[in-house]
């Protein structure tokens, strides 16, 4: 192995090596992103278009509507799916939808690791486990999120009541 004799050298070594792992991780999240949002889509597809196009997401009376960049709007093909949601209709937080027994929960939030780079400012998806414990998994972390981690989660039901896990 050889050595950098100038310190000058060294250090344009290390800028390089941690522009290129830099990159590499930000090629990563895409890739788990870009991955999930699939899930997203043979879970709880939009009625027209993809999950990995969506620029924002609102509840519009008791509706999860996606809004493309090009201005179109789509909702779910099961709007039933959607069932809470933590913040305001207009700019949610959070977005739980539901198929069958098991719930997904939308995690936005356009200041976040994830959610600066995503287009909808998604910035993680998780879903709850069968286990017998309660525990969710995060898709984009890839780590497990006990219940306790959750509880002081508050939603608000699609008809405006609160709502329970």
């Not at 950098?4 to 290129?20: G, K, W």
């Not at 990159?23 to 890739?31: G, Y």
Request: aromatic share 8%; glycine share 6%; with cysteine.
């Amino acid at each position: 192995m050889t050595t950098l004799a100038n310190p000058l050298q060294q250090e344009l070594h290390i800028q390089q090596q941690i522009q290129l792992i830099t990159e590499l991780n930000q090629q990563h999240v895409r890739q788990v992103m870009d991955y999930s949002k699939g899930f997203l889509d043979k879970t709880f597809p939009l009625a027209r278009g993809s999950h990995k196009d969506v620029a924002s997401y609102v509840v519009y009376y008791q509706q999860l509507l996606a809004f493309f960049h090009d201005g179109s709007t789509s909702g779910l093909k099961e709007p039933a799916q959607f069932i809470a949601l933590i913040g305001h209709r207009e700019a949610p937080e959070a977005l739980l939808l539901q198929n069958e027994e098991r719930h997904v929960e939308l995690i936005l939030n356009r200041r976040g690791l994830q959610g600066s780079q995503d287009p909808a400012g998604i910035d993680d998806i998780q879903l709850q486990t069968t286990t017998p414990d309660c525990n969710w998994f995060s898709l984009i972390s890839g780590r497990q999120i006990s219940c306790r981690s959750r509880a002081e989660k508050s939603f608000t039901a699609k008809d405006g009541q609160p709502f329970q896990l």
